[in-house]
């Protein structure tokens, strides 16, 4: 963090101290200009089936049938005026196949796939993935105290994370999580001292900062220098060195985490090959690790022509550095495993034409989905019943909420009238989970469902929910 007072010059400071803001700047200057050529290039004739690769997606649980658009056998008009809206739909098929897909790649050799909880931490989600036998990357007591709750098996747990407080270690070190993934020296000192201080032994994995652009929106890409995650690879190997001697830890491994929807393959891979070589060289000078955690960030096809990696070839890249070391790869997927599961049901309350814009006014806004608002995400918004007595017209779909980052989609084509459904996709990942009570508003309900039954697995706030700790002096 910037020191708050300075006897140095702000000429002075700003030599020894690069301003954040203008590294930031670039970062972000540099990532739109990416992106719009990336768009471009689809367009081009010939370059899109170059570029698409197969991702790890499952076929969706929700299609039109009769014009009319399902969740698996149940019509969203159904969900709607049985549980109103907005609402979070969630497909237990898709979310199975989503996981699956992932699980089953390895299958018959070592590995481990721990599904990242803060993508949707909703308490029947962690419980179907925990059936299937998921292993969960946490970052946070609270993330630690619901997969228990959802019946996750503790020894699958990697605690990540860049400021675990005490509580929080002392909490993980009580329920006998399976490793710490530990992001500076004063985390391990602290880490060692508290295991101690339980006669425990604590397995740790070192997560370094590889220094790899991960061409991802700046504020979901974690693997650049001057990123606040990670160890500095120049400095791991002493790290390393130093925790093997420390009698509270356990060294057994070393992980990274470069970012989120990395749409690019050379990322992984160079990321990948010095986590590698940094294995290698511990291994050299006699530590016996036994897994490489190459995090998650695996990507989302949020449009139909987004160029993606192929997700399978990446994975089994990645299998072979492992194995090529006799280490266990281990994966840390969640926007990939639970986004495609999800989607939410939203009803338009007005139109608005101005004269330079149509607005489509719909019932949630940033405060149930933030992604548009935060990294200018774009979510496919589909109408739920077409309609033919109105043509279809270029128009923004925007909430309630009293901002003017508070955006769905802009410029889409929507013939969707007061009254009518619309569907934003693939929203299971960071949706629900990065929701907020701004503007006052009650968090929406969630169903899941499964074939033609849809139960309600979080149920929609009340007023009173939402004054439920205050107290009036
Ligand atoms: C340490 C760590 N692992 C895994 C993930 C999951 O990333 P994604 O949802 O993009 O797969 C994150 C996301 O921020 C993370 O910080």
Redesign the pocket.
Known sequence: MRPERSTVSAGDAAAHYPTHASSHDARVAGYYSRRAHRRHAFCADGFQTKLTGVVLAPVSAFQYRDSVLHAEDIALPQLAAAHNTPLYVYSRRTLTESWERFARLFKGTPHQVCY?V??NGTLAILQVLAKLGAGF?I?SGGELARVLRAGGDPHKIVF?GVGKRRDELEQALAAGVGCF?VESAAELDRLNELALARKQQAPVALRVNPDVDADTHPH?A?GHSGAKFGIELSKAEALAMQASQLPGIQLEGVAC?IG??ITAVEPFREAARRLTDLAARLQTRGLALKHLDF????PVRYQQNESLPEVATLLNELHALAEARSLIMRI?????VVAPAGLLLTRVEYLKITAQRRFAIVDVGMTELIRPALYDAWHEIREVQSRKDATAELCDVVGPVCESADFLGRGRRLAAQPGDLLAIMDTG?YGASMASNYNARPRVAEVLVDGARATVIRRRETLDDLMAHEILP
């Open positions: 990242a803060k993508a990357d970052v990540s993934n979901i974690t985490h989120s929807q995090g998650g960030g695996f840390a997927p969640g926007r990939a990942a």
